[in-house]
């Protein structure tokens, strides 16, 4: 199974090249290129990167690329966390940081994303987020050069955000699954703000069959490291199948709808149910235009 590909240009040797991370045990990161002559991508039989756990997310942040694999709990064993790779003729990946074991279960490691330094400094940070802690993590090179080490901390905790959001005495219980997929860098029209959006799975402490409770949600984040939410609502889905998770997001890409439209995908088949049918949904959101008249907007 492969669960994401990166491309990634190498720094040292000029080459192009595509990464994949296959595997749900014994999981493994290999790196294919392209071939002239046949027209396909040739992937190498031996993988650059072995790990245990499962591969879900990676990418580049100052140029250099990144993937996550599963933590085991065993810091700086090279087989589970985040690594980054030392480009050249003979590449070489480095471990960055692991997470510990929780409720004996490895935290995947979802959501790899590069953003501009919310302190405005000249490099990226990358963002990633841990099912297991239901937080989000800031990942920082050392002066946006991962040789010179990183700092890793932690810069939003979903449950104990929407605990309040929802007054709870605190953090909500789990799921707080986030950022299946990516966290898609977006820009409204309206204000011109650049804004990151993390589709997430929360339950509500509604009743089962309230819309608070059978809907879904996802988080707004700014570039100073700010969060927000809203939610993805659908008054007919009561009371079952819910909508659960928010798995992907996109901007509209047609230029009619001038930057407006987002597209909203998801479901999530886990436990307590065995079994669902019928269940991914896509929906369509608008922004509201503050300049039409009243009654003239739509959502």
Not at 44 to 63: D, I, K, M, W, Y
Not at 102 to 122: Q, W, Y
């Amino acid at each position: 199974m492969v669960r994401v590909i990166r491309s990634h240009l190498d720094r040292v040797t000029g080459i192009h090249h595509v990464f994949a991370g296959v595997g749900s045990r014994d999981s493994r990161i290999h790196r294919g290129g392209w071939n002239r002559q046949t027209g396909l991508i040739e992937w190498r039989s031996e993988p650059e990167l072995n790990g245990a756990e499962r591969v879900l997310s990676g990418g580049e942040c100052n140029g250099h690329l990144y993937f996550c694999i599963g933590s085991n709990g065993k810091d700086g064993d090279s087989v589970g966390g985040v690594f980054y790779r030392e480009d050249g003729p003979q590449p070489r990946w480095h471990f960055v940081h692991e997470w510990d074991i929780i409720s004996d279960r490895a935290p995947d490691i979802r959501g790899f994303t590069a953003v501009p330094h919310p302190e405005g400094r000249p490099y990226e940070v990358a963002l990633v987020t841990l099912e297991m802690y239901g937080q989000v993590f800031r990942i920082e090179p050392v002066e946006g050069d991962p040789a010179k080490g990183h700092s890793v901390t932690m810069e939003f905790d979903i449950r104990r955000y929407f605990g309040e959001v929802w007054g709870q005495s605190g953090p909500i219980n789990f799921p707080a699954l986030s950022a299946y997929n990516d966290m898609p860098e977006v820009k409204d029209p309206l204000s011109g703000e650049t804004v990151n959006l993390i589709g997430v799975w929360v339950n509500h402490p509604a009743a089962s069959n309230a819309a608070l409770r059978n809907n879904s949600w996802y988080l707004v984040r700014r570039r100073n490291g700010s969060y927000t939410h809203a939610q993805v609502i659908d008054t007919s889905v009561l009371p079952d199948p819910p909508l659960r998770a928010t798995r992907a997001i996109a901007q509209s890409p047609f230029a009619a709808d001038n930057g407006r439209v987002f597209y909203f995908g998801g479901f999530d088949a886990a436990a307590p149910r065995p079994i669902w049918h019928n269940t991914a949904w896509i929906y369509r959101g608008e922004l509201k235009d503050p300049n039409a008249e009243e009654g003239q907007g739509r959502n």
